[in-house]
C-alpha cells in the first residue's frame, strides 16, 4: 500500500484554503457528492499538482443486512476511476433498513448506524465486503464509525470485530481516532484496548475529527477543534505502527485557514511523538498486509441476513418513527439519537433546499422537527425536502397564505418527473415580499 502522507478532507466551501495549504500531500472527497464527468475545478488543479484524491462513501451501507447495491457500487467505482484514486473507502455502518427482507416500509437514516458485533453480523458484513471488493476497481478501506447507542448481547470488542473481518477478507482499515475517542465517553470502551486488539498491519490511513461533550455525551460533529483526547489516542496509535496516512476532517463550522493548518500541525506533531515513543512491533514503519483467510466462507443465510434486517428495522423505526424502543436498548440514549438524527435531517435538508428556509424563515426548524417526529426519511434528503413541503401544504400550513403559496409554487417547481428550474429572480422576488410583509 503506497504511503499517502499528511492530508485533509476536502469540501467546497474550503477548496481554496486546501489549494493553498501547504504540505497536503492528499484530500479525501465525499463520493456522493461527486459527479465524474464534471469534477470540481479546485480538485483538478489539485491533481495536476500530483495531490492525491480519495472517494470516500458514506451511502453503501455494507453493514446492512441486503448485499449492496449493484448501482451505488458501480457509482463508487466510476468515482475512483474518474480520480485516478489509489483506493476508495466506506463504512462499517448500515444507513437504511426494512423492504422486501422484511417485508417492512424501506426506512433511511441519514446517518451511519453501528452493526451489532454478532456473528451473525459479521457473516453478514464479510459477505457484503466481498461483494464490494469484487466490484471495485481498486482495493476497498473501511471505517469504524462512532455511536451514541450498543446492541444488547453484542458477543465481540470493537478491536476484535475488526480484526476477524480484516482477517477474513483482506480488506485494509480506515481506523478513525476520534471515533475511538466517542466510543470511549459514549459507551466505555477503551482506545487502548481497541488499538490493542487491532490487526495494525491492515490499516489503510487514519481519521482524525474534533467533536463536543454535552450531558456526559460525546457529539462527533466534525465542526469543533480536534481536543487533546483524540491527538493522544492518535500518539498511541502511532507508537504501535506508522499509518500509511492521517487525514483532517471538518465538514461545518470551517475556520479561518490559519487554523485549519495549525490543527494539521498538531496531527503532525502527535504522529512524530508517537514514533518517538514507538517501541511495539511494526512501530518503525508499515507493515506488510495480511491476506486473506484461504478458507472461502460460504455467505450468510438468508435466514441470518432476514434476523439482521428485522433487528435492524426495529432499531432505524425506533429512532426515525416514533416506534417502542426494542428490548435491551437504552431508551434514554435512543431518545439522544433521535433527536440528533433529526437535527441532521434538518440540517441538510436545509442545505440541498436553502429556499425552504428562506420562505419559512424562522418557523422553517420547528416546522421541519415536528413533520420528522414521525415520518421517516424514505427516499434521500431532496426527496424528503419534497415531502416536508407537501406536508405543510396538506396541513394548511403556514398560516400566513402569501408564504403558504410561496411553498406550493417551490413544490410546484420541483414535483414531477422533471422538475422545473426556479424561474429567474424568483429567491430575490421572495426575499423582497417578506421585506414588505414584515412592514
Request: aromatic letters at 4%.
Amino acid at each position: 500500500m503506497a504511503r499517502l502522507g499528511t492530508g485533509i478532507g476536502w469540501r467546497p466551501e474550503i477548496a481554496d484554503v486546501v489549494e493553498r495549504m501547504p504540505g497536503i500531500d492528499w484530500v479525501e472527497a465525499v463520493a456522493e457528492n461527486l459527479c465524474p464527468g464534471h469534477l470540481p475545478d479546485s480538485l483538478l488543479r489539485l491533481r495536476e499538482r500530483g495531490v492525491t484524491v480519495v472517494p470516500h462513501g458514506v451511502s453503501l451501507g455494507l453493514g446492512g443486512a441486503e448485499r449492496p447495491d449493484a448501482g451505488r457500487l458501480a457509482a463508487l467505482a466510476e468515482r475512483a476511476q474518474a480520480l485516478g484514486a489509489p483506493l476508495v473507502t466506506e463504512h462499517i455502518a448500515f444507513v437504511r433498513a426494512g423492504g422486501p427482507l422484511t417485508a417492512s416500509p424501506r426506512l433511511e437514516a441519514g446517518h451511519l448506524l453501528p452493526v451489532p458485533r454478532t456473528r451473525d453480523a459479521l457473516d453478514v458484513l464479510c459477505e457484503n465486503v466481498r461483494v464490494a471488493q469484487d466490484a471495485l476497481p481498486v482495493p476497498l478501506a473501511v471505517e469504524n464509525i462512532a455511536a451514541l447507542v450498543s446492541w444488547p448481547g453484542e458477543e465481540m470488542t470493537e478491536g476484535q470485530f475488526l480484526y476477524e473481518l480484516a482477517d477474513r477478507t483482506g480488506v485494509r482499515l480506515l481506523i478513525d481516532v476520534a471515533n475511538l475517542h466517542t466510543n470511549h465517553v459514549n459507551r466505555g470502551e477503551d482506545p487502548a484496548e481497541a488499538l490493542g486488539d487491532l490487526p495494525l498491519e491492515a490499516i489503510a490511513y487514519v481519521h482524525v475529527a474534533g467533536g463536543f461533550e454535552r450531558d456526559g455525551v460525546w457529539h462527533d460533529s466534525h465542526a469543533h477543534p480536534v481536543p487533546q483526547s483524540v491527538l493522544d489516542i492518535l500518539t498511541d496509535l502511532a507508537s504501535r505502527v506508522s499509518p500509511p496516512g492521517v487525514l483532517l476532517e471538518r465538514d461545518e463550522d470551517f475556520p479561518e485557514g490559519e487554523e485549519l493548518e495549525a490543527e494539521v500541525d498538531a496531527i503532525r506533531a502527535a504522529v512524530e511523538k508517537g514514533r518517538a515513543a514507538g517501541t511495539a512491533p511494526g512501530a518503525g514503519g508499515a507493515v506488510a498486509p495480511r491476506a486473506a483467510r484461504a478458507s472461502a466462507d460460504s455467505g450468510a443465510p438468508d435466514a441470518v441476513r432476514q434476523r439482521l434486517g428485522l433487528a435492524q428495522a426495529a432499531l432505524l423505526s425506533a429512532l426515525v418513527a416514533g416506534t417502542p424502543a426494542p428490548e435491551g436498548f437504552d431508551r434514554v440514549r435512543l431518545g439522544v439519537q433521535a433527536r440528533a438524527l433529526a437535527a441532521k435531517r434538518a440540517d441538510v435538508v436545509a442545505k440541498v433546499a436553502p429556499e425552504l428556509p428562506e420562505i419559512l424563515g424562522a418557523g422553517y426548524r420547528p416546522a421541519f422537527l415536528s413533520y420528522a417526529r414521525r415520518r421517516p426519511m424514505t427516499g434521500g434528503y431532496r426527496r424528503d425536502a419534497l415531502d416536508f413541503a407537501e406536508h405543510l401544504m396538506r396541513d394548511g400550513r403556514p398560516q400566513d397564505a402569501d408564504v403558504r403559496r410561496e411553498v406550493r409554487a417551490w413544490w410546484l417547481e420541483r414535483s414531477g418527473p422533471v422538475p422545473r428550474p426556479e424561474r429567474p429572480g424568483a429567491r430575490l422576488a421572495r426575499a423582497t415580499r417578506r421585506v414588505l410583509l414584515r412592514r
